[in-house]
Every structure is written in structure tokens, then in C-alpha cells.
């Protein structure tokens, strides 16, 4: 059985749904604000200390976008679209919320990975409002509807999701972004997230 060691309200909970669309799984919580994730332990299985982390068959694999690719093309392939483009647009979403809106959120409670003096820190943190609503602007015109790109979700709709769920914390007003909302409702009507909502990964 798939092992996914994970954590509520972390970019994890993106695997989290997508598991719960139909694979046989079981969850290892970590606790980050106890910093489980730096224990020798999770250190053995996962080097740089974050979550998530997918136990395969082969061995563990890391780095959210690279799991729910590996689950895409293992256990649920209606999640990737057959077509090229259609495929390559999803990656473009999924590149950009590795490389720029995760990496924006961080700045709010993880600045220390660039900066030690508090004066940068509560600089960077001061920034997140105005970054990730910059991301949101980004995404909003691009939600085709009622997925992110069309009638059907995608990989990338799993790995928006936790995302999601940070913006009012971060300070983005949810009230510019309609397509955005109405993505998240529905995101949050599939019986996916229902579960892990249930099994308290938010909030
Ligand atoms: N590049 C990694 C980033 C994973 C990551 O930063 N996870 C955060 C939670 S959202 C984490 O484990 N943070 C713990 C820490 O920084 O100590 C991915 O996309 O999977």
C-alpha cells in the first residue's frame, strides 16, 4: 500500500486529495510546528526535511508536483489530458505554483531559508499580501471553468488546492478573484476533499 507522510494545511494536502480519489493509502501525519520533519527519523526518508514524501514500491519520492505525476500515471490517469498541449498547460500551472506561488506563500513563515536578520524577515513577510495576490491575478483569468482548465479536473486542480486554502491567511482578498472562489467550492464539493476536510488536513 502507498504511505504518504503529510501534514495539515501543507502543500501535502494536494497529494492527500488526489489519493483520495481513488487509491488504496494510508497517511504518516507529521507535526511541522513540533518539527517532526528535522527529526533523524523523517530525515532517513526524506533529506531535505519537508513533506510530502510518497513511500512507492521502488522507494520514497518527494517533491509535490513530481507525486501527483507519478499517481497521474500509476492509479489515475483521468486526471492527465491525453492531448499535448492540453497536458503541457497543466504543467505550466504546476511550474508555476512550484517555482512562484508556493515560494511566495513561504516568505510569510519560512523566511528564514533566505534571511536571518529580523528586519528581512518581517520585510519578506510583509510582502505576502502583495505577492500572492499578484499569483491570484495571475491564475484568475486563466480558470476556464469549472476546473482550472476546463470540465474536468487535472492534476494541477490538486495541486492549487492546498494553495487555496492559505490566501485568506496570506492576506489576499478572495473578494477580486470570483473564478477563483467558485473553483475552490467546487474543488471542495468533490467527495476527494470532503474527506480529507473530514480527516482534518484544513484548518
Ligand atoms: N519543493 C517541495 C516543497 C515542500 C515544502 O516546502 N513543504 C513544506 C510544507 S508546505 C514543509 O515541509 N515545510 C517544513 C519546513 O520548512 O520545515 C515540494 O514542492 O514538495
Redesign the pocket.
Known sequence: MLKLYC?PN???VGAVALLNEGVHWEPIRLN?KE?E??GAAYLAVNE?????TLITPEGPL????A?LEYLGETALPQFVPADPLHRARMRELMYYL?STM?VNH?HRF?GR?WASAQAALDDMAATVPETMTASCAYLEPRITGPYLLGPEPTLADFYLY?ISTWLEGDGVDLAAFPNLVAWKAGMEARASVQKLLADGFVG
Open positions: 501534514a501543507s502543500i501535502a511541522l518539527g520533519q528535522t531535505k526535511g519537508r513533506v510530502p518527494t517533491e509535490i508536483g507525486i512550484a508556493h513561504a519560512r531559508r492546498p
